[in-house]
């Protein structure tokens, strides 16, 4: 059973299920042209917030191998998508003029769309030099994205597009993660099974 912070921001209600420390195993299974890269991998995720309207996110990722081997790390925030107001913070270091908008139920459920989704905003920086911003849909214990940008630096490898779900499922965090990279289409990458840790 998942319980609420009370200084949680009505606004990350819809994306309250995902709060806290997750860890698990996961396995990659990606064709390159004529090769299969396949590995298992072990991964820990967190979820928290800072009083604001978004989701402090990071993940590390190791190989399962006798020396535990680092594999991957990526960091980032996930929030409604919606447009700014003067209430919000920013840019920058700006406070934000006013009320702080969404501060009720009532109000963040004027941002569900009309088939009940709230749709959301995801961006993701990888340590390559590849930096992601994802847009996609939240229902309860369930969150699609697909890219709406990305941006690499001119030292990162060859990665233009993705999509990943994630879902609840008997209190497990599973996700899946397809990738269009290394000259390669849209293709299956990875996927893990993680346990909220206490």
Known sequence: MISLDSDLPAELAPLAWLLGLWEGTGVVHYVDG?????????Q?????????????YSSQTWLLDEANTPLNAEAGYWRLH???QPGDPGPGMLPGDGARPFATADEVEALRTADGFFDV?????????????????AQPA???LQTDAVMRSASAKDYSAATRLYGLVEGRLLWAWDIAALGNDLRTHASGTLNRQE
Not at 128 to 136: K, N, P
């Open 82 to 84: 919606r447009p700014a």
């Open 121 to 137: 905003e995801v961006a993701i920086i990888h340590p390559g030099g590849v930096s992601e911003l994802y847009l996609g849909r």
């Open 142 to 144: 369930r969150i699609d």
């Open 34 to 42: 004529d090769q299969l890269r396949e590995h298992e991998f072990g």
């Open 44 to 56: 820990r995720v967190s979820f928290s917030h800072d009083g604001l309207g978004y989701l402090n």
